[in-house]
């Protein structure tokens, strides 16, 4: 503690404290109203009816949001599993050697981090539209992996520089072959980390909405796509729903990972953009 | 020779799709704007689409409109952040809970956010409906217009409410692994607690804060799916109007599309290079 603390300052502080807690909690009370709301017109603080009925709908085959809810899941996994599979050597080549050039690769890899989507999505539209992949989930998945390509990429980085490829040395030279040592040596000590790197990457895929709607042109209907359409048109009680579905992931990986994340301000700056 | 052609092999996947992707899209765009496209017959670029946007008032007030929604969100949100780290440092249970919402606001698309903002702030929202319960307005249209509304309030709204805890963040991790000795010392030799703040602890956090700034600023100045939702029609942010323009049924607007693509493009490099700066600046000392 630095300086005396009058009365004075502990109530302001508490009072802060409550202001921001109710600040930052108070967007989604709302629309988890909404969600069981049955007509809640002006000037209703609360709905005069509660129901189920906006979840009913949701969760029903006729929608199409749970259609929409998988076709998002499938999306994201996939566009994860790839920038796990291009990232991880990725990031070890810049978090263990030094090479020349390394500067403009990095560079490379920070850029679709910072300029947003719409800048490029409209120039790629173009030549995607030439190779058939507009309006289709391959177009998408493969749209997806520049904003979470860097992502892994830089988590892996910062693995791989705290990582001593003695242990990989000492296996080889033990008779393990290369795929032996991956297996046994390498990837147990990169696991938590790529599992990390493979949650930022959900999350960043889950909360795509510019580049989804420009290459799959409305008819790769994912959550966010249903849930602006909804929030448009009137539909309160039921983009309520969908929201309440939509931040669910966030939800369980924020729980899954709070441990690891707490502190590392690296990997948040991931969560950033989400 | 081997040593090279190995980080070659584990760095071309990615380049290639970065490149592939991500150059690819912003080249495409850039020969597009200027209306070059032989493959497709176009083979006389023209400076029409550039001309167009910038004889057009409606590029500047929407130009204006995001400079405005990206720094004004910006300031603001560095602003609370850096107050409501340096609140939340100093207490033990409050700040466990927070720093969890914040975490958790992280998690929240934007585009979740916005809808929560409209269902608050739009003139039948919650708000609404608390002025009216107290009588200070009898009818939705009497509250002022927060969302759609030409000063962009709404959208600022937003991304404060989601920027704060992501700048807080970075913050609260940085003031922790510096701890209070800095300061400390500063205080017992006679510094002021606002003297202690602006010249020790404000100029370590500094670096930490303007990257994290740069990230917000150019995210908000480049964002499609909240201005769009919480955005007034006239005059609408760049990514929005870029937009509209590419949608347009008249197939003219296409080259003006992609010139404000490439604008947003620009823009967006020059924060990219502020940011390396930084973070360079950061590494070698």
Same mark, same amino acid.
């Given at each position: ?274 | ?87 939340? /440092?100093? *207490?033990?249970?409050? %700040? ?7 975490? !958790?606001? +992280?998690?929240? $698309?934007? =585009? ?74 500063? /205080?017992? *030799?006679?510094?002021? %607690? ?7 602890? !404000?100029? +370590?956090?500094? $670096?930490? =804060? ?76």
């Amino acid at each position: 503690m630095i300086g005396g603390d009058g009365i004075w300052a502990r109530w302001f502080r508490t009072l802060t404290c409550l202001f921001l807690l109710v600040w930052l909690s108070l967007p989604m009370v709302p629309l988890a109203i909404w969600s069981f709301a049955h007509g809640w017109f002006f000037p209703d603080i609360l709905p005069q009816e509660w129901t189920l009925e906006a979840w009913r709908h949701a969760l029903s085959d006729k929608s199409g949001v749970l259609d929409a809810l998988w076709l998002t899941v499938g999306i994201a996994l996939a566009a994860t599993a790839l920038s796990i599979l291009i990232g991880v050597p990725a990031g070890r080549a810049l978090g263990m050697h030094r090479f020349r050039g390394k500067a403009v690769v990095e560079i490379m890899i920070m850029a679709p981090i910072i300029v947003p989507g719409i800048a490029v999505v409209l120039g790629l539209h173009s030549v995607f539209i030439w190779m058939g992949l507009t309006n289709t989930v391959s177009g998408v998945i493969l749209v997806h992996l520049i904003p979470t390509l860097p992502y892994v990429i830089l988590v892996m980085a910062g693995v791989f520089a705290n990582h001593d490829p003695a242990f990989e040395a000492q296996a080889r030279s033990l008779g393990a072959s290369a795929f032996q040592t991956f297996r046994c040596v390498t990837l147990p000590a990169i696991l938590p980390g790529i599992i990390v790197g493979a949650l930022f990457a959900f999350l960043v895929s889950w909360s795509q909405y510019i580049l989804t709607l420009i290459i799959g042109g409305g008819r790769v209907a994912t959550l966010p796509l249903v849930l602006f359409n909804f929030a448009t048109s009137g539909r309160n009680d039921l983009t309520g729903a969908i929201g309440m579905l939509y931040i669910l992931p966030g939800l369980l990986i924020l729980l899954i990972t709070a441990r690891q994340l707490s502190g590392c301000a690296g990997a948040v700056g991931g969560l950033g953009r989400v | 020779m081997y040593r090279h052609l190995k980080i070659t092999l584990m760095l071309l996947p990615a380049l290639a799709v970065l490149g592939g992707l991500f150059l690819g899209g912003l080249f495409l765009g850039l020969m597009r704007s200027f209306n070059y496209m032989p493959v497709i017959g176009l083979t006389r670029p023209s400076m029409d689409a550039y001309l167009a946007i910038f004889s057009d008032r409606e590029f500047y007030r929407s130009f204006l409109l995001s400079i405005h929604i990206s720094f004004t969100s910006t300031l603001i949100s560095c602003v609370l952040a850096v107050g409501a780290a340096l609140l939340l /440092r100093r *207490l033990h249970l409050g %700040r466990t809970v927070i720093t969890f919402l914040f975490q !958790l606001n +992280l998690t929240v $698309p934007h =585009l979740v956010g916005a809808i929560g903002i409209l269902y608050l702030f739009s003139q039948s929202g919650v708000f609404a409906r608390l002025a009216a319960e107290m009588d200070l307005i009898s009818r939705p249209a009497e509250f002022p217009a927060l969302v759609f509304d030409p000063y962009a309030i709404g959208i600022i709204l937003q991304y404060v409410w989601k920027e704060v805890p992501f700048i807080g963040v970075i913050v609260l991790a940085n003031m922790q692994t510096m701890g209070h000795d800095y300061e400390a010392v500063a /205080r017992s *030799l006679g510094a002021t %607690r606002w003297q202690g703040f602006r010249y020790v602890l !404000l100029p +370590l956090i500094w $670096p930490g =804060l303007l990257s994290a700034s740069v990230i917000v600023f150019a995210f908000a100045f480049g964002a499609y799916e909240i201005p769009a939702l919480l955005g007034a029609h006239y005059p609408a942010a760049l990514p929005v109007l870029a937009h509209r323009k590419y949608t347009d049924v008249d197939l003219a607007a296409r080259p003006e599309a992609m010139a404000l693509a490439i604008v947003i493009a620009v823009l967006s490099a020059v924060m990219l290079a502020i940011y390396i700066r930084i973070s360079r600046r950061r590494n070698g000392c």
